[in-house]
């Protein structure tokens, strides 16, 4: 067994339990300086909200390491061999990323260190769940039964007593330590490891029972709230599933493995991140100018004068996170009412989201827009008016979102037959209008 200190590089495992990769730097037998690197290239895109999730969560984990967390800012390709060395550390261990940033990443830092990935922020890491052939899976479906046929190890049994940390004080000539930084804007959220596990138990003791049936209501607070959790590796996904028995498994289970189903078609095709996973779709008509953008601008800022998409929207501007249904809802309204890229309504929710991760937003706007693995068929319109009527029954979750429509009760707020309050705008697109044209420029690419 070394002796040699190590250094245990966090990024999207902003955690002390459950952390292999903590496991396996304890075990080299040496002390292990904690390091967190700032990145600029990550932080200026992610938007205030993510920022201050991840800054919080960094000051959480600061705290249950005794004020022992290394942070450093700049480029990881400069910053983690400077710090290697300055603590004389022989590897430097870390769960491994498998988005397209994190691989190049990675590869630079791992020219000039020794890199030892344990672990993923995933259940089953991606690469791992193919067909018989080896070919990745295309649809999600067969995954999933591949995915629980390959099963996935228990929790790994960590905390701060796992290792002897090493003090940052006591380590000269390394990159200069910062402050955790803080942003003005506060998302609404308890953040951290310990505020993570709270809030998992008061979902498995109060709501689990009910996901499986209540998972698809946004009016009722049904789902667990854990995607911030997941996000920065405040806890981990087979910390969930290690938990959960009963009525509640089998739905949350397949839930969970959509995340990992969406960050395996991401590694498989790194494109997929920014271009069409089926490329017929480069084909398709796509408005722009001065029109769509004021469409564009009326779908930000929730008034399109369809209430659930308009709920959902402003749901997102305000609480920076949105329900799965809505987020379907409003995605296909932008792409099939709107005829814009989903590339647009993507880049926006990750501007706004608090959970905002580029394999199951990308690929969540891909299958609603048709354009993904297993996707929504294009020709699946959603009606935003029968969506909410059906999905929000008593019109609460419009209500609650959208003060304009408070007067009007129960379900009459989504089709708003008796008509609208003065302040609430006219419907900027006429439905049945729409998805006939979404059909037609459909029908002139498919083969
Ligand atoms: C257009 C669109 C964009 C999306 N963008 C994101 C995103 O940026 N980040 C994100 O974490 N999720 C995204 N999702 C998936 C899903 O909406 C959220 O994970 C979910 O709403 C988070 O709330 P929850 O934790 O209460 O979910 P729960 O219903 O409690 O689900 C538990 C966990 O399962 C995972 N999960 C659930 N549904 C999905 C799904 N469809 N795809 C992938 N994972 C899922 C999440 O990790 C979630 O936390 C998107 C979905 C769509 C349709």
Redesign the pocket.
């Known amino acids: 067994m070394s002796t040699a200190p190590t250094v245990l590089w966090f990024r999207r495992d902003l955690r002390l339990g459950d952390h292999p990769a903590l496991a396996h730097a304890a075990e080299a037998g040496g002390d292990v300086l904690a390091l967190f690197v700032l990145d600029p290239a990550l932080l200026d895109p992610a938007g205030a909200a993510r920022r201050d999730v991840l800054y919080r969560a960094l000051g959480s984990l600061d705290e249950a390491l005794d004020g022992r967390l290394l942070v450093v800012k700049g480029d990881p390709g400069t910053a983690v061999p400077k710090v290697a060395k300055a603590v004389g550390a022989e590897a430097v261990h870390a769960s491994e990323d498998f988005g397209p940033y994190g691989r190049r990443r990675d590869e630079q830092v791992g020219e000039k260190v020794d890199l030892v990935f344990t672990g993923s922020p995933y259940t089953v890491s991606p690469g791992r769940i193919t067909k018989d052939d080896g070919d990745p899976f295309k649809v999600f479906t067969p995954f999933y039964k591949r995915w629980q046929e390959h099963g996935w190890r228990d929790p790994a049994d960590t905390s701060a007593s796992t290792a002897s940390w090493i003090d940052p004080g006591d380590v000269s000539g390394g990159p200069r330590r910062v402050k955790v930084p803080s942003e003005k804007h506060h998302v609404d959220a308890e953040i951290g490891e310990k505020e993570a596990l709270s809030a998992w138990k008061d979902?498995v003791d109060d709501r689990a029972s009910g996901?499986g049936d209540e998972?698809n209501r946004p009016d009722l607070d049904?789902?667990?709230?854990?995607?911030?959790?997941?996000?920065y590796g405040m806890i981990h996904?087979r910390t969930?599933l290690a938990d959960l028995k009963g009525k509640a498994a089998e739905p949350?289970r397949r839930?969970?493995c959509?995340?990992d189903?969406?960050a395996d078609v991401l590694f498989q095709r790194p494109d997929s991140a920014r271009e069409n996973y089926d490329k017929r779709f480069d084909k398709i008509e796509l408005d722009s100018g001065k029109h769509a953008d004021e469409l564009f601008d009326a779908w930000c800022e929730g008034r399109t004068g369809f209430p659930i998409v308009d709920a959902g929207m402003r749901q997102l501007v305000s609480e920076n996170?949105?329900?799965?249904r809505v987020?379907?809802i409003?995605?296909s309204f932008l792409v099939k009412d709107l005829h814009l890229p989903w590339w647009r309504?993507?880049r926006f929710?990750?501007q706004h989201?608090m959970?905002?991760?580029?394999?199951?937003?990308?690929?969540?706007?891909q299958?609603?827009a048709g354009t993904g693995t297993d996707a929504s068929p294009y020709f699946r319109v959603f009606n935003p008016t029968t969506q909410g009527e059906k999905f929000d029954p008593q019109g609460d979750y419009v209500r609650r979102w959208v003060p304009e429509l408070r007067g009007v009760e129960g379900k009459a707020v989504h089709a708003l037959k008796d008509g609208r309050p003065e302040d609430y705008p006219e419907p900027i697109v006429d439905h049945k209008h729409e998805r006939e044209e979404a059909l037609r420029r459909f029908a002139a690419i498919k083969d």
Do not use: C
Request: charged share 15%.
């Open positions: 979902f996901y998972r049904s789902t667990s709230r854990m995607s911030v959790y997941l996000k996904p969930l949350y839930e969970l959509f995340r189903f969406y996170w949105m329900h799965n987020r379907m409003v995605a309504g993507a929710f990750l989201l959970d905002g991760d580029i394999a199951s937003n990308q690929h969540g706007w299958w609603t």
